[in-house]
């Protein structure tokens, strides 16, 4: 995704130490790939966290990160497909 003149990149993975999956995004910087934010799905609480890791996240990068993180994280079971 591209936002005014930063690539960004969606990585998600599983945390076996905080017990739950994630969806990063990050961009390529000068000294290397900066992580911006976070969003984290525990399976202890079955809740949401955002964590942003730099200030001034573009609101619309934001946005796609929670939208993408309600498709992406939750469990799936027999009930919800």
Sequence with gaps: MQI????YYFTR???VIRDGMFLEVSRDAESG?????????????LNYTLTCFMEDVPLE????????????????NESNG
């Design 13 to 15: 993975g599983s945390d």
């Design 33 to 45: 790939t900066e992580l911006v934010a976070e969003v984290f799905f525990s399976d202890i609480t």
């Design 61 to 76: 990068l934001i946005e796609e990160l929670i939208r993408q993180a309600k498709i992406r994280l939750p469990p799936v």
């Design 4 to 7: 005014e003149e930063h690539d």
